[in-house]
T-cell receptor, first 114, second 115 residues
Framework: GAGVSQSPSNKVTEKGKDVELRCDPISGHTALYWYRQSLGQGLEFLIYFQGNSAPDKSGLPSDRFSAERTGGSVSTLTIQRTQQEDSAVYLC????????????FGQGTRLTVV | AQKVTQAQTEISVVEKEDVTLDCVYE???????LFWYKQPPSGELVFLIRRNSFDEQNEISGRYSWNFQKSTSSFNFTITASQVVDSAVYFC????????????FGTGTSLTVIP
């Protein structure tokens, strides 16, 4: 696609439920990133994929969070047993490679846990 | 450690004034890359510029200019003759060549341009 696409745009869920957030990166981009942005805050790194593998999962805040990427393309971020502190905007980005390349961001998924 | 500091949390300027957004970074990598992103009220981060650590040449793009100084570990961003459309949160980011591939973001500077 022309840009990074994320779905849904907004998600309201009840505490304790599981949610899945989807990211469709720019075609041909091998690197994919998930970040989280809480209200008025900066960007918190969650996980990085190179192809289908995730060499850096260091940012996942707990074992309730997991992510996968299939076919070197679409990625899904899953949050199990959601908590209110999980409420944030989840941003996905992709880049054509690593190092001297910029990342392009999607519009984000706003997650609200009630 | 990789770290980006944007000490200015919020800045307000009157339209047509010049404004500089500060960015100071820390890295142990000898090769690294610096970025600026704009996040308008719509929320989507927009890429503005990328610089390599071995290229200290300053860059100008229209009303935007960037001053990269390795001696002070700074990568400052100046908007000349600011406009209301420049109102946004601006993020500076760092990526090291040898310390993983994540982008380390500063906490952002919220710029408000008053008409």
């Amino acid at each position: 696609g022309a840009g990074v696409s994320q779905s849904p745009s907004n998600k309201v869920t009840e505490k304790g439920k599981d949610v899945e957030l989807r990211c469709d990166p720019i075609s041909g981009h091998t690197a994919l990133y998930w970040y989280r942005q809480s209200l008025g805050q900066g960007l918190e790194f969650l996980i990085y994929f190179q192809g289908n593998s995730a060499p850096d999962k260091s940012g996942l805040p707990s074992d309730r969070f997991s992510a996968e990427r299939t076919g070197g393309s679409v990625s899904t971020l899953t949050i199990q047993r959601t908590q209110q502190e999980d409420s944030a905007v989840y941003l996905c980005a992709s880049s054509i490679g690593t190092g001297n390349t910029e990342a392009f961001f999607g519009q984000g998924t706003r997650l609200t846990v009630v | 450690a990789q770290k980006v500091t944007q000490a200015q949390t919020e800045i307000s300027v009157v339209e047509k004034e010049d404004v500089t957004l500060d960015c100071v970074y820390e890295t142990r990598d000898t090769t690294y890359y610096l970025f600026w992103y704009k996040q308008p009220p719509s929320g989507e981060l927009v890429f503005l510029i990328r610089r390599n650590s071995f290229d200290e040449q300053n860059e100008i793009s229209g009303r935007y200019s960037w001053n990269f100084q390795k001696s002070t570990s700074s990568f400052n961003f100046t908007i000349t003759a600011s406009q209301v459309v420049d109102s946004a949160v601006y993020f500076c980011a760092l990526r090291g060549a040898n310390t993983g591939n994540q982008f380390y973001f500063g906490t952002g500077t919220s710029l408000t341009v008053i008409p």
